[in-house]
């Protein structure tokens, strides 16, 4: 006679929810310093994929050696990062003001081609979870590689990362942390359906 599965129950359920937001909080401490975002988001979606394998979260002290192997080329992946973010929030607020020409057409293609990049860096953000919380570029090679053959599941991370930002923008900014927790669990489940390819080796 094999046993039911137990099943999840309320307390479970805010329980789990407790831990994403506990896991946004501490993504937004760690990025403070503003370079330390990439590292800071790959210890957390580490976090999340022993979570997925294992049943349980990782101890502190595991997630901090994470964040600090990676902080040196966690800092280049920030700066790059950082940088196309604001290049592309200014193309869509001048095209929405009307300060360059283009008008509708222009910012519809705009604001698809953010839709698309934001869903591209959930997906690398997955994978470098993957990779122990390091290896951005091998997993942006991987990523690359993978999203024209799963364009499914390319548009399900970008239906994750583009309401999560537009919510950024609208939320008191204490909740933002919280939705960044969410955020990133959600895109770890898009994944789970068709996961990236195994890791390179480098």
């Given at each position: 006679m094999t046993a039911e599965p137990v099943r999840a129950d309320w307390r479970d359920t805010l329980r789990e929810a407790?831990?994403?937001?506990?896991?946004g909080f501490a993504v937004a401490a760690a990025a403070l310093p503003v370079l330390t975002l990439a590292p800071a988001v790959g210890a957390a979606s580490a976090a999340?994929?022993?979570?997925?394998?294992?049943?349980?979260?990782?101890?502190?002290?595991?997630?901090?050696?994470?964040?600090?192997r990676a902080l040196p080329a966690g800092a280049a992946v920030s700066a790059v990062a950082l940088a196309a973010a604001a290049l592309?929030?200014?193309?869509?607020?001048?095209?929405?003001?009307g300060r360059v020409p283009g008008g509708g057409p222009a910012l519809a293609l705009t604001a698809v081609v953010v839709a698309v990049l934001l869903g591209y860096a959930g997906l690398v953000a997955v994978a470098v979870g993957r990779t122990d919380g390091r290896g951005w570029r091998a997993a942006a090679r991987r990523?690359?590689?993978?999203?024209?053959?799963?364009?499914?599941?390319?548009?399900?991370?970008?239906?994750?990362?583009?309401?999560?930002?537009?919510?950024?923008?609208?939320?008191?900014?204490?909740?933002?942390?919280?939705?960044?927790?969410?955020a990133l669990a959600a895109?770890?489940?898009v994944d789970a359906r068709?996961?990236?390819?195994?890791?390179?080796p480098s």
């Open positions: 407790s831990d994403l937001a506990l896991l999340l994929h022993d979570r997925a394998v294992t049943g349980s979260w990782p101890p502190a002290r595991a997630s901090l050696a994470r964040f600090g592309l929030a200014a193309d869509l607020v001048a095209l929405a003001t990523v690359a590689r993978s999203c024209p053959r799963y364009p499914g599941r390319w548009a399900a991370a970008a239906g994750v990362c583009v309401p999560a930002v537009v919510l950024a923008v609208l939320v008191t900014p204490v909740a933002v942390p919280i939705l960044g927790g969410y895109l770890h489940a068709r996961p990236v390819g195994d890791p390179d």
